[in-house]
């Protein structure tokens, strides 16, 4: 009988040492994590921060393409009090059914560019009205992300994506997000483009690979 008390011991004490630490404990910079969450003042506060900065990219974005696609000042509008509507509703969605993470989820400059590709299609640049064109590209758009949205699902719940991402490291993400927003110089600064401007492109990517290779080590 004591030899079993002395194993239920071990047991227990073995359980106490399995059991996890505090998050504070393990990252003492973070103040709060998912199960504590801040009082409501400093959460406002903190979200209000939040928007602020997506509020760049949801103004940027329609400031850019809407013009091109023919629409006008109410339009551009109409898009930017579109994309707030939806990034609030993905942010709820994320907060209470995904990570959980204190993130807002905005607009992507991902998009940028299959949007221009369908604004400079063949079938759009004969339409004479801009309103009509601007709703025929809207429309064309729309349909992309749908088909591009039912893809991802499709990738995700099959579970594909997870042997994809074994060979994706920040290493090899850092560089594809980086020539993303390169091919997005002339759309922010047009006169990047330019044979005046190339000792800045130069400046970037030599700014970019020296941080790459002082904390990657390569």
Not at 61 to 80: F, H, R, S, W, Y
Request: charged share 10%; with cysteine; net charge positive.
């Amino acid at each position: 009988m004591a030899g079993g008390g002395g194993v239920g011991g071990g047991g227990g004490q073995k359980q106490d040492d399995l059991a996890p630490h505090p998050v504070k404990d393990q990252l003492p910079g973070v103040s709060y994590c998912i199960t504590s969450p801040p009082p409501w003042p400093e959460a406002i506060l903190l979200g209000f921060q939040h928007y602020l900065v997506m509020l760049g990219t949801t103004v940027i974005i329609p400031t850019a393409l809407v013009p091109q696609m023919g629409g006008n000042n109410e339009d551009k509008a109409v898009v930017i009090q579109t994309l707030l509507f939806v990034a609030g509703i993905n942010t709820l969605l994320q907060s209470f059914f995904g990570t959980r993470l204190p993130a807002v989820i905005g607009g992507s400059y991902t998009f940028v560019l299959p949007t221009i590709s369908i604004i400079l299609a063949g079938r759009y640049t004969n339409e004479p009205d801009p309103h009509t064109k601007f709703l025929k590209i809207m429309r064309g758009t729309q349909g992309a992300l749908i088909v591009a949205s039912a893809l991802q699902i499709i990738v995700g719940f099959s579970g594909l994506w997870r042997n994809v991402a074994r060979y994706l490291s920040p290493l090899s993400a850092a560089p594809l997000i980086a020539l993303v927003g390169f091919g997005l110089y002339e759309l922010g600064f047009p006169s990047v483009r330019s044979e005046h401007c190339v000792s800045t492109r130069y400046l970037f990517n030599h700014t970019y690979l020296r941080l790459n290779n002082k904390y990657t080590g390569c």
